[in-house]
């Protein structure tokens, strides 16, 4: 396969991710007995007593029941255990997510723009200017923090990195974003948070 090839393929599974008007299956000619299979992203707009209203990822808003939602959902924020792991091991869990939706903390380089944010930001603070010169050269080298919410698009653990689509993303905009898999922190995934040691 070309480079332009694949390059437009990556194209095409960004676009299935945003698309609301494809059609997977054809209602009006599906049949008794068959099997159905989807994958949709849900956040919480209301709670009550036995239902839970929901938007998903293309728009649609539903309501769901409480006994459903327990059954047949994963919270991407929520856990009962927590496990320190290598950073070696937490990247190995990313990578099975697959089309689980998870909560990743790690740090991202920072731009220009955000750098200059920041810098002003602690120029213009009370802090001694020892602790505030100290504070940014410590933003500089480790990278910002950033906590995301999203599901894997794409693992390439040979390149260092996993692409995810960032669920907080409004629709239509970009939502793609990489995690650089040396900076991972910590990882809320399938009811368990994982920590390094």
């Known amino acids: 396969m070309s480079r ?7 194209d095409e599974k960004k676009n299935e991710v945003s698309a609301p008007n494809r059609i997977n299956c054809d209602s009006a000619t599906l049949k008794v007995g068959e099997w159905l299979s989807g994958t949709v992203y849900y956040k919480v707009l ?3 007593p036995t239902f839970y209203k929901l938007v998903d990822n293309f728009g649609q808003e539903l309501s769901v029941n409480n006994d459903i939602l327990s059954r047949e959902m994963i919270s991407s924020t929520q856990y ?3 496990v320190k792991v290598t950073r070696s ?3 190995q869990k990313l990578m099975e997510a697959k089309d689980t939706c ?3 903390t790690f740090r991202k380089q920072l731009n220009g723009k955000r750098l200059l944010e920041l810098v002003d930001t602690y120029l213009e603070d009370d802090e001694p200017p020892s602790k505030r010169i100290k504070t940014c050269n410590n933003i500089l080298k480790d990278g910002e923090e950033r906590v995301m919410t999203g599901f894997i698009a794409v693992a390439e653990p040979c390149m260092g990195r ?5 669920l907080n993303v409004p ?3 970009h939502a793609l974003r990489l995690v650089d898999h040396r900076t991972v922190e910590e990882l809320i995934l399938k009811r368990v948070k994982y920590v390094l040691k």
């Open 4 to 10: 332009r090839n694949s390059h437009n393929s990556n």
């Open 89 to 91: 091991e937490m990247v």
């Open 102 to 104: 998870f909560t990743v």
């Open 171 to 173: 629709q239509g905009q």
């Open 80 to 82: 009962d255990t927590e």
């Open 46 to 48: 209301e709670s009550g």
């Open 162 to 166: 996993t692409s995810v689509v960032d």
